[in-house]
């Protein structure tokens, strides 16, 4: 049980008279009137039930019993002010803002990010999913985070920090008909992702294996791809984190290994806006996090 508290609002009035031995001082600094502090130092004292201050000349002086309290409400007000000035600031820290395609955000990113909100729970992150044709679009981001850079301008790729290894390879779902023979991988159709289509021509130059499919389907984003090769409708190319889940689950089979890719994932910082240290700690816990699969 919490013991008994004197009435709260009167400390403010006792603190500042105290402090600045002057009760209409004490009101010019609260924004009150002289009589309405002195009704509140007259409350205080009938609850204490004894006088807590002196008059001294033109002024009033906290006698033994009123700097007795007056010290502990200091360093309450201290505590309380240094306490909320930190809510405050945190509350209104402008938070980092990453843009990232929406298949990396709800395949990969969102699920590991409890581990960084225990690590930094200093840092606010605001994402912001979208396409990787929007990505190339926007503006306000402090740092985009994409595989595919090469659909930007020069200089965003010159600025671009290197984060991790991207492999990427087809998956189909088991079963699914398909032939690998004489350096070639035949399949029914293929499926392809509407801003990022370069991928099967990436892979298959690094893998080797030549692409023989008569149909295609495309869709705006990854896990559309993944999910249609789920429901047995071709096979698509896909990087290994965002196709794992799938993968382990027996979903999803890779049909022909992945390949990785040698600009691997990356982020571009903003244009103007030099790298705040928040922005600095979240790349390198990315860097670390992708590094772990």
Not at 56 to 85: C, I, K
Not at 258 to 275: C, N, S, V
Request: proline fraction near 7%; hydrophobic fraction near 45%.
């Amino acid at each position: 049980m919490r013991p008994r508290l004197p009435p709260l609002a009167a400390l403010r009035a006792f603190e500042a008279v105290a402090r600045l031995g002057s009760v209409s001082r004490a009101a010019e600094e609260l924004g009150r009137t002289h009589g309405a502090v002195s009704k509140q130092l007259q409350a205080l004292r009938v609850d204490a039930g004894a006088p807590l201050f002196d008059k001294v000349g033109t002024g009033l002086q906290p006698n033994a019993a009123g700097r007795q309290l007056a010290q502990a409400v200091g360093r309450a007000f201290d505590d309380l002010g240094q306490a909320y000035a930190e809510v405050v600031r945190e509350a209104r820290a402008p938070a980092l803002r990453i843009a990232c395609s929406a298949s990396f955000a709800m395949g990969w990113l969102v699920p590991h990010l409890p581990r960084f909100s225990e690590l930094h729970p200093q840092v606010r992150l605001q994402l912001s999913m979208t396409s990787a044709r929007e990505m190339r679009e926007d503006r306000d981001a402090d740092l985009v985070i994409l595989w595919d850079r090469s659909a930007h301008p020069p200089e965003d790729q010159a600025r671009a920090i290197r984060l991790a290894d991207a492999q990427f390879g087809p998956v189909a779902a088991p079963g699914y008909p398909l032939e690998r023979r004489d350096g070639a991988l035949r399949v029914e159709q293929r499926i392809v992702h509407d801003h990022t289509a370069g991928a099967w021509a990436l892979w298959s130059r690094l893998s080797g294996l030549s692409l023989d499919a008569p149909a295609q389907i495309s869709f705006p984003h990854t896990h559309l791809c993944l999910q249609a090769a789920v429901a047995g409708m071709g096979v698509a190319v896909a990087e290994r984190r965002l196709a794992n889940a799938d993968l382990a689950a027996g979903r999803l089979v890779a049909v022909a290994g992945f390949a990785p890719f040698a600009d691997g994932f990356a982020a571009i910082p903003h244009r103007t806006r030099p790298l705040s240290p928040q922005a600095q700690v979240f790349l390198d816990w990315l860097a670390a996090e992708l590094d772990g699969g």
